[in-house]
C-alpha cells in the first residue's frame, strides 16, 4: 500500500480538479469513466460514488484493479493504481459521502466504491511520469 | 470499425477538452494519461503525438487496445473505444497532428517534437455523463 501526501490529498479533494477511472475486464478489453466523486477517506484509501457505474463495476468486481487519473488546471496529473476493496451501501461513512455527493450534484448514489492505493504517480508538460509513492 | 457521431467527433476537436488515454500492458496493469493531442482525422480515426517511449507508448504496441474518456466542460462526457494501427513519423497526418501539438507546448514554454503520431481505429462509443452514461452510442 501506498500513503498519499497531503498535495495529492489535495489535489483529491479540490472541486477544479477533473477525476477518471479506468479499469479492465477479464478479457482485457479497457473502460474508462469520469468519477468526479473520487474522494480521498484516509491517506492510504479512496472512496468513489457509484452513479451509473455499471461496467466500472463489474470489472472492479471481476479484477479488483483500477486506476485513477487526475487533471488540474495548472495542468498537472496525478495517477493512483489501486486495488478495489468492495461496495458499501450502509454505515456512517456512506451516508456522509451521500450527502457531500448530494449537495454538489443533486444525485443519491447507490452505493460507495472503496479502494486501497497502491502506487502514486505525478506526471505533467514540464515533468515525465514519476512514481512518488 | 465504427464511425462517431457527430457530437463526438466535435468533443474530440475540441482542444479545451480533456482527453485521457487508457492502455494497459500484458500484465494487465492499466495505464491512463491525459493527451492533449489527441485529435480525430475522421469519423473513424484517432490520431496522437507520441512524445515520449514511455509506458503508453509500450502498452500500445504490446495489446493494440485503447480506451479514450473525453470530458467537455460543464458536464458531457464520451468514451471512445479503438485498436492501434500504425505509427507515422511524416506526411500529411503526422503534420496535421504534430504541429498543433508542438505549438500548445510552446505556448507552455517547451519545445518537444514528437517522435510518431500513432493512428488508432474507433471500434465503439459511449455516452459518459449522467444520465446516459454507460450508453453505446455506436
Known amino acids: 500500500m501506498a500513503i498519499m501526501s497531503q498535495e495529492v490529498l489535495d489535489t483529491l479533494t479540490s472541486d477544479t480538479t477533473m477525476k477518471f477511472l479506468a479499469t479492465m475486464d477479464t478479457s482485457g478489453i ?98 515525465p511520469k514519476t512514481k512518488i509513492a | 470499425m465504427a464511425h462517431l457521431p457527430e457530437e463526438v467527433v466535435e468533443a474530440l476537436e475540441e482542444p479545451e477538452n480533456i482527453k485521457m488515454l487508457v492502455t494497459a500492458d500484458e500484465q494487465k496493469n492499466i495505464n491512463m494519461v491525459p493527451i492533449g493531442s489527441l485529435v480525430p482525422i475522421d469519423d473513424e480515426t484517432l490520431a496522437y503525438a507520441s512524445f515520449f517511449s514511455g509506458k503508453t507508448k509500450k502498452n500500445i504496441e504490446a495489446t493494440r487496445k485503447i480506451a479514450v474518456a473525453v470530458f467537455q466542460p460543464p458536464m458531457e462526457g464520451y468514451q471512445v473505444k479503438g485498436t492501434f494501427v500504425r505509427w507515422e513519423t511524416s506526411g500529411e497526418i503526422y503534420d496535421k497532428v504534430a504541429g498543433p501539438a508542438m505549438e500548445q507546448l510552446e505556448a507552455a514554454g517547451l519545445s518537444f517534437t514528437p517522435s510518431a503520431v500513432g493512428i488508432i481505429k474507433v471500434t465503439e462509443a459511449y455516452a459518459l455523463s449522467i444520465p446516459l452514461a454507460g450508453e453505446k452510442l455506436v
Open chain 1, 30 to 127: 479497457l473502460n474508462a469513466s469520469i468519477v468526479a466523486t473520487v474522494s480521498p477517506m484516509d491517506p492510504e484509501t479512496i472512496i468513489f460514488a457509484n452513479l451509473k457505474l455499471n461496467k466500472t463495476k463489474k470489472n472492479l468486481l471481476a479484477t479488483k484493479k483500477f486506476t485513477v487519473t487526475t487533471f488540474s488546471p495548472s495542468m498537472e496529473s496525478i495517477q493512483l493504481q489501486c486495488t478495489f476493496q468492495g461496495f458499501q451501501n450502509t454505515g456512517p461513512m456512506v451516508d456522509q459521502f451521500n450527502e457531500a455527493v448530494y449537495s454538489k450534484i443533486k444525485l443519491q448514489l447507490s452505493e460507495v466504491g472503496v479502494g486501497k492505493v497502491d502506487e502514486v504517480y505525478t506526471m505533467g508538460l514540464t515533468k
